[in-house]
């Protein structure tokens, strides 16, 4: 079983859409979890970052992490083509140790 | 502006050869890292560097080499023994603090033909 398990897509949504990505882990130790955004052919940029569980929310981003069911998940509301990119999830536990990544999702938001 | 500059952006080079990879941060960050991305393979880590002059192989090191002789620095070089060379690098940086998140540059494309 991988440590993080990411569906790659393409998501394909009509712009006003709400967006949900979606990331599993197996490692219980996890405790600090990112979620990075990705445009074609540029390095990811830091979108959200949540320690522990619950929720945060930036704008039209909220992030959700439920350590319980090992599961995390980012949503975009009222989705608009600038949008349209591969998004990746990160995490790491309490110890000092590299961040495991998700292979990304694609999201296409069309107008 | 505080960031990561790699450069260059393309790169060519021909079977046989090495390539130096360069990466410059002006965080202050002490740790830094490379990661190289092939379509549906994700990030992998190819090395990373807590402190200068000292470092540490990820995942796929094999085929690679690095320094890290000033903070700001960390050049990643390809040598010939990479067997497949041919993909997209990122060099990244965090603080090296529990849970700290990296901070990406631009990447450079390498091509080897």
């Known amino acids: 079983q991988k440590e993080v398990e990411q569906d790659p897509g393409p998501l394909s949504v009509p712009e006003g859409a709400i967006v949900s990505l979606n990331c599993t882990y197996s490692?219980?130790?996890?405790?600090?979890f990112m979620w990075y955004r990705q445009y074609s052919r540029k390095g990811p940029e830091l979108l959200m970052y949540t320690y522990s569980s619950g929720n945060k929310e930036d704008g039209r981003f909220t992030a959700q992490v439920d350590k319980s069911s090992k599961y995390i998940s980012l949503f975009i509301r009222d989705s608009q083509p600038s949008d349209s990119a591969t998004y990746l999830c990160?995490?790491?536990?309490?110890?000092?140790?590299?961040?495991?990544f998700g292979k990304g999702t694609m999201l296409l938001v069309s107008p | 502006d505080g960031g990561i500059t790699q450069s260059p952006k393309y790169l060519f080079r021909k079977e046989g050869q090495n390539v130096t990879l360069s990466c410059e941060q002006n965080l202050n960050h002490d740790a830094m890292y490379w990661y190289r991305q092939d379509p549906g393979q994700g990030l992998r880590l190819i090395y990373y560097s807590q402190i200068v002059n000292d470092f540490q192989k990820g995942d796929i090191a094999e085929g690679y080499s690095v320094s890290r002789e000033k903070k700001e620095s960390f050049p990643l070089t390809v040598t010939s023994a990479q067997k497949n060379p041919t993909a997209f690098y990122l060099c990244?940086?965090?603080?090296?603090?529990?849970?700290?998140?990296?901070?990406f540059g631009n990447g450079t494309r390498l091509t080897v033909t």
């Open positions: 490692n219980s130790a996890f405790q600090y």
């Open positions: 990160a995490m790491t536990g309490s110890g000092y140790s590299t961040l495991t």
């Open positions: 990244a940086s965090s603080s090296w603090d529990r849970g700290s998140p990296l901070h």
